[in-house]
């Protein structure tokens, strides 16, 4: 089993920079993707952002340009840097991670078997 814990979220202004937290622990050994997705109030969880193993990242449309997803593997954690934040950023932002037992795109939700609890990110206009 892998366990994941976010943190870093809050309530910030159009145009703030957070940075968000995903610490691994528990068999991290077999985690080969990791990555972000969010889920804003009635709508569907979206795939934000992941990072593979070669440290290949690969991004939402929607916040390419402005979001960066990075790790650092000595301390088994992930993180989000969001810039230039929009109001329509605002989501609970859940970290996850894949071993590679289920299949499916890594945009969608169905490799991944390892969730957060997520955290709450605000976005005031």
């Known amino acids: 089993q892998v366990q994941l814990v976010e943190s870093g979220g809050g309530l910030v202004q159009a145009g703030d920079s957070l940075r968000l937290s995903c610490a691994a622990s528990?068999?991290?050994?077999?985690?080969?993707?990791m990555g972000w997705f969010r889920q804003a109030p009635g709508q569907e969880r979206e795939f934000v952002t992941a990072i593979d193993w070669n440290n290949r990242s690969f991004y939402a449309d929607s916040v390419k340009g402005r979001f960066t997803i990075y790790r650092d593997n000595a301390q088994n954690t992930m993180y989000l840097q969001m810039n230039s934040l929009k109001p329509e950023d605002t989501a609970v932002y859940y970290c996850?991670?894949?071993?590679?037992?289920?299949?499916?795109?890594?945009?969608?939700?169905?490799?991944?078997?390892?969730w957060g609890q997520g955290t709450q990110v605000t976005v005031s206009s």
């Open positions: 528990g068999r991290t050994f077999s985690i080969h993707l």
């Open positions: 996850a991670a894949a071993s590679g037992r289920r299949s499916g795109s890594l945009y969608g939700s169905n490799p991944y078997d390892f």
